[in-house]
C-alpha cells in the first residue's frame, strides 16, 4: 500500500482539452509535490503545495497549475493539452518539517493526450 | 542547473551476478543522494539515501551504494542479484533545503533472468 492515492489511474484526452488528476497524501503528510515522468525518462519535478500555496516550481509553463485543499489533498490541473503532454503523473507527499527521505509517492495517473 | 546521469539504459544480468549502476551528479553545492526503485506496477520506493558521513551506505534487500565526492558519483551496488531485482531503478539528489524537489536520472531497466 502506497499511502499516497491518485486517481484516475488511466486517462484518455483529446489535444486542447484540460484536464485534473487528484492526489490523497499519505495520513499525516502535509505537502504534496507533483512530477511529470514521460516515456522512457525519470520523474520531472513540476511543483509543490504547503499550506494550501506553491511552494516551489520546476521548469513547466503555466498550463499546468494546481491547487491544495485544507484536508491536504491536491490536484494538478493541465489546460490546453499537447501531445507531449502524455506521460505519467506522480504524486508524493512528504512533512515540511521531515527528513528527505519521509518522500512518499503514488502509482501515478497516467495520461494519455491525442 | 543540477543534472543526474545514469550511464546504463538496460542492464541484463543473470541470477547470482554482481550488479553495479553508474549514476553521475552536477550541482556545486551540497546534496542529498538516492537511489529509488519502480518494481514493475508499483510506485517508486526508496532503495537507500546519503546525507553526510560514511560515504558507503547500505539500503534495503542488500543494496548499497558509494558517494565520491571528487567524482560526482553515487554507484549503486549489489554483490549478488535475484530475479525479484527486476525492475527500474532512478538516481535522484536534491539540494540541501528542497526537500520534495528532487532531480531524476533518466533510470536504468535491470532485468535479471532466472
Known amino acids: 500500500d502506497a499511502g499516497v492515492t491518485q486517481s484516475p489511474t488511466h486517462l484518455i484526452k483529446t489535444r486542447g482539452q484540460q484536464v485534473t488528476l487528484r492526489c490523497s497524501p499519505k495520513?499525516?503528510?502535509?505537502?504534496v509535490s507533483w512530477y511529470q515522468q514521460a516515456l522512457g525518462q525519470g520523474p520531472q519535478f513540476i511543483f509543490q503545495y504547503y499550506e494550501e500555496e506553491e511552494r516551489q516550481r520546476g521548469n513547466f509553463p503555466d498550463r499546468f497549475s494546481g491547487h491544495q485543499f485544507p484536508n491536504y489533498s491536491s490536484e494538478l490541473n493541465v489546460n490546453a493539452l499537447l501531445l507531449g503532454d502524455s506521460a505519467l503523473y506522480l504524486c508524493?507527499?512528504?512533512?515540511?518539517?521531515?527528513?528527505?527521505?519521509?518522500?512518499?509517492f503514488g502509482n501515478g495517473t497516467r495520461l494519455t493526450v491525442t | 542547473a543540477q543534472s543526474v546521469s545514469q550511464h546504463n539504459h538496460h542492464v541484463i544480468l543473470s541470477e547470482a551476478a554482481s550488479l553495479e549502476l553508474g549514476c553521475n551528479y552536477s550541482?556545486?553545492?551540497?546534496?542529498?543522494l538516492f537511489w529509488y526503485v519502480q518494481y514493475p506496477g508499483q510506485h517508486l520506493q526508496l532503495l537507500l539515501k546519503?546525507?553526510?558521513?560514511?560515504?558507503l551506505v547500505k539500503g534495503i534487500k542488500g543494496f548499497e551504494a558509494e558517494f565520491i565526492k571528487s567524482k560526482f558519483s553515487f554507484n549503486l551496488r549489489k554483490p549478488s542479484v535475484q530475479w525479484s531485482d527486476t525492475a527500474e531503478y532512478f538516481c535522484a539528489v536534491n539540494a540541501i533545503g528542497s526537500q520534495g524537489n528532487l532531480i531524476f536520472g533518466k533510470g536504468t531497466k535491470l532485468s535479471v533472468k532466472p
Open positions: 550541482y556545486g553545492g551540497t546534496v542529498n
Open positions: 546519503y546525507f553526510s558521513g560514511d560515504p
Open positions: 508524493a507527499s512528504s512533512l515540511v518539517t521531515g527528513p528527505p527521505e519521509s518522500l512518499h
Open positions: 495520513s499525516g503528510h502535509d505537502t
